[in-house]
């Protein structure tokens, strides 16, 4: 393998800025960007992604995009490359009959079925980097983790009050966030393979899930309800009303479900007709769920933060106080020292109109 060299990273980086957008609409296929590059000017000669629904993969767009002029070039890719066939053609092969000359990889891909791409490429002659890329590591950290944990990336999102609430008792919904984070969490739907909620937040609450930015309502993910020991039935409008969207209910198995056909039910074990919450993700990962958005009530985030499994946390801070008859976000303490107790360190904040976005990840990975 070579060394990087002071461009690499900036190609990476532009890579990764690529992609983002289209994280959540290439199904259980990672969302990787490919550029090619002339190195001796520096200049980007092609660029793609991973189509919607995985397939063909970026590599192969970009260097098909490049032609003839791809040989002797750099290829900056997300994510390690495949060799094997499976839904597309050996995306190593490709690189090798285009001449490609260098390859920089941001991130090693841990599905065994890719293990020996390197090799293959270096022994046609590609020089070969894997450059640790901090940024592509957090761009396929879903893909990863389904990889090695079995389970999808997990981010919280929460709208917590001035005085520390996220509802009113016995008012359904309470709209703590404004306009501005409401847009800002339609975004991170829209690039999210499923939505989850407890079924005490689809009973009060009625949410929708849905993406209602313009344009972009078929980027609604999977919508997903966890039942708890009282199951769920169709009463509730995330069930029973017809939307469109897909929807799936995750049951303890001889939990109560009654739902349309139309709506998939996912038995996973439990205790006391409640869902094993580790035992959900791992459900989630084995349908392909990457990238998993939460939208938790009480219950559903202090069993989430106890078992360890929130990746990323986001917490919205409203100006507005709730006051009389208000839920807490938690009834142990205040919602920053239960995040610090989870391992989740803050990240930076910034605003999001009235409101204040307060970021909690896992310490970041190597660079």
Not at 58 to 77: H, N, P
Not at 99 to 122: C, F, K, T, Y
Not at 346 to 355: A, H, N, T
Request: hydrophobic share 45%; net charge neutral.
């Amino acid at each position: 393998m070579t060394e990087l060299v002071p461009e690499d990273k900036r190609w990476l980086d532009a890579a990764v800025r690529y992609a983002t957008p289209f994280l959540g609409t290439t199904a259980d296929g990672p969302t990787v960007a490919a550029l090619v590059v002339d190195p001796r000017s520096q200049t980007l000669l092609s660029r793609a992604v991973t189509a919607k629904g995985g397939r063909p993969h970026a590599e192969a767009q970009a260097i098909a995009a490049a032609g003839f002029e791809a040989a002797g070039c750099t290829l900056y890719v997300t994510l390690e490359p495949c060799h094997h066939w499976g839904r597309t053609p050996p995306c190593v092969d490709a690189i090798i009959r285009a001449g490609i000359m260098r390859v920089v990889i941001g991130a090693a891909d841990p599905d065994p079925r890719i293990a020996g791409s390197i090799a293959q490429l270096e022994s046609a002659g590609v020089e070969t980097v894997v450059a640790q890329h901090a940024p592509s590591f957090a761009l396929h950290a879903g893909h990863i983790l389904r990889h090695t944990a079995g389970r999808p990336f997990v981010t919280a999102v929460l709208a917590v009050s001035a005085d520390g609430m996220i509802g009113r008792s016995g008012q359904g919904r309470v709209h703590i966030a404004g306009p501005v984070a409401g847009r800002w969490i339609d975004v991170q739907r829209a690039r999210a393979n499923a939505v989850l909620v407890g079924a005490a937040t689809a009973r009060n609450d009625d949410p929708a899930l849905t993406v209602t930015l313009p344009g972009l309502a078929t980027r609604t993910p999977l919508r997903v309800v966890l039942a708890g020991s009282s199951g769920v039935d169709r009463r509730m409008n995330l069930i029973g009303r017809f939307s469109g969207y897909r929807t799936a209910v995750i049951a303890e198995t001889g939990a109560a479900v009654d739902a349309p056909v139309s709506v998939e039910t996912i038995r996973v074990t439990g205790s006391d007709g409640r869902p094993d919450l580790g035992a959900a993700l791992a459900a989630l990962g084995q349908k392909g769920i990457q990238n998993l958005l939460v939208e938790p009530g009480q219950r559903l985030l202090a069993g989430l933060l106890e078992a360890d499994l929130v990746d990323r946390f986001a917490l919205i801070l409203a100006p507005l106080s709730v006051g009389e008859n208000g839920v807490p976000a938690s009834p142990d303490g205040l919602i920053a020292d239960l995040l610090a107790a989870a391992g989740l360190v803050e990240m930076g904040r910034q605003r999001l109109g009235g409101d204040t976005l307060a970021l909690y990840e896992r310490p970041s990975r190597p660079d």
